[in-house]
């Protein structure tokens, strides 16, 4: 029993180092007066008039480091945002955490990092990490993201230690450190999200990307080293683990899982390509498509539908090169498909064409049809957020059950081309469908 539990030990304090989680947060060391001082600088910089508020900001900034407990606290209160509060309260709030992402930035404190990534919203927090970091990389959460997990939190010797610990833990042991792992780290996805903000507030990066709190951040340390050895474990429920695991870690586990798509292994590949599609990230197109000459012919399909997942149109070149010299009539559905979801919608006509081949090519082209439909489904309840429209109600399993599709080919054309919103238009590239925004009350329309 001492082992594994030696083994979680060393893992979590690769969670330690630059960047680490904040101290509690407290005023320890010093007096009332300065407390009472920094909390008035505060509420003038946060509610005071242009001048009081630019006053008040310079003290904080004057103060420094020993105000930063004082922010962190503020910042973490001001982000409590109930679902009944008015859209204009809202507005306010989002204000007042800019401001404090503006004043930390000022006061360059490291400690500040984890909660700025934490309580991210919008370009003041992005600029702010840049003045703490050094580092440039402007106002993608997901950079920021990948920067501060990718930190080295131990030197290489000891993360490599770490992994042969992990690796010489008996198959029981192993899983035990997976699924503390998988449930140790807590995501909420842009749906969730939905529940809590009005969509009109939503910051699209938020929309589009989970959300993890900086505890969180650090368990994701902890578990990178472990994907690459966890995959290839020669357990099936160790290696379904590492796929739970490395879905939870969604974009901060593709770059460890790129050196996977080369495996030896057949099975490996195959559960790696699955995890990127799944995720839906464009930073393993390169290897994605290098998956579509794969001697495997369900690799191919795999990889086909990886790159419809992830829906960039640089991937249409190279499917549409392997779709004239695909020999497996049942991969040719997979790589229309994927055109499909990458913008080429007039492959839409061609998959339902194969809708009257025989058995064993029917099935597989609506296979790859309902997977255009559940695509669809999704992007639609994007499309209602971006246009501020009530998300679907109806799950998708609920959606597909009412469509009805099966095999007829009049069917899916009546379904291609339906409103509210109309699936094809939903595929099609941004700059033909990208809708006006629609503009604040108060604000003039262009």
């Known amino acids: 029993m001492r082992r594994p539990l030696l083994t979680l030990v060393l893992l979590l304090l690769l969670a330690g180092g630059c960047g680490g989680p904040v101290a ?40 420094g480091p020993a105000a930063v407990p004082i922010l962190l606290e503020a910042l973490a209160s001001d982000e409590s945002l109930a679902a009944g509060k008015p859209a204009q309260a809202l507005r306010q709030e989002r204000v007042r955490r800019g401001k404090l992402a503006v004043i930390l930035g000022e006061i360059r404190d490291a400690r500040a990092i984890p909660a700025l990534l934490g309580h991210y919203d919008g370009p003041p927090f992005g600029r702010a990490l840049e003045k703490i970091t050094g580092q440039s990389l402007g ?34 042991q192993r899983l035990q450190i997976l699924q503390g792992l998988v449930h140790g780290i807590r995501l909420r996805t842009g749906a969730a999200i939905l529940e809590e903000r009005p969509a009109a ?25 472990l994907l690459v050895p966890a995959f290839r474990d020669p357990e099936p429920l160790v290696r379904r683990h590492a796929c739970l695991l490395a879905l939870q870690l969604g974009p901060l586990a593709v770059q460890p899982l790129r050196s996977l798509l080369r495996d030896a292994d057949p099975d490996t590949r195959l559960q790696v390509i699955q995890v990127l599609g799944e995720i ?12 579509l000459a794969d001697a495997v012919p369900v690799l191919r399909q795999r990889s086909a539908w990886a790159l419809g997942q992830i829906g960039e149109s640089a991937a249409a070149a190279p499917l549409r090169e392997q779709l004239l010299r695909e020999p497996d009539p049942l ?26 081949q025989g058995a064993d090519v029917r099935k597989a082209a609506v296979d790859h049809l309902e997977v255009i439909c559940r695509r669809a489904y999704s992007l639609a309840v994007h499309h209602a957020a971006r246009l501020r429209l009530p998300v679907p109600g109806e799950a998708w399993q609920e959606y597909r059950r009412r469509l009805e599709l099966g095999v007829d080919p009049e069917r899916w ?11 094809r238009a939903l595929f099609l590239p941004p700059s033909r469908t990208s809708p006006k925004p629609i503009p604040e009350r108060g604000e003039e329309t262009p």
């Open 280 to 291: 839906g990230d464009g930073q393993a197109l390169p290897e994605l498509v290098a998956g």
């Open 331 to 356: 991969v040719r559905p997979g790589l229309l498909a994927a055109l499909v979801m990458v913008g080429e919608v007039g492959r839409f006509e061609e998959l339902v064409a194969l809708l009257e």
């Open 139 to 172: 106002d993608s959460l997901g950079a920021w993201r990948e920067w501060y997990v990718s930190q080295a939190p131990a030197s290489r010797s000891e993360v490599e230690e770490a992994v042969r610990e992990y690796q010489r833990q008996g198959a029981a």
């Open 413 to 423: 054309r009546r379904w291609w081309t339906a409103d509210d919103p109309c699936p």
């Open 24 to 63: 509690p947060v407290g005023t320890r060391g010093l007096t009332a007066r300065q407390e009472l001082d920094i909390r008035n600088a505060l509420h003038d910089a946060l509610h005071g008039d242009e001048p009081r508020s630019a006053a008040g900001r310079d003290r904080l900034i004057r103060t």
């Open 201 to 225: 507030l939503l910051p699209a990066v938020q929309l589009q990307a989970r959300i993890m709190s900086t505890e969180d951040l650090d368990r994701c340390r902890a578990a990178r080293p």
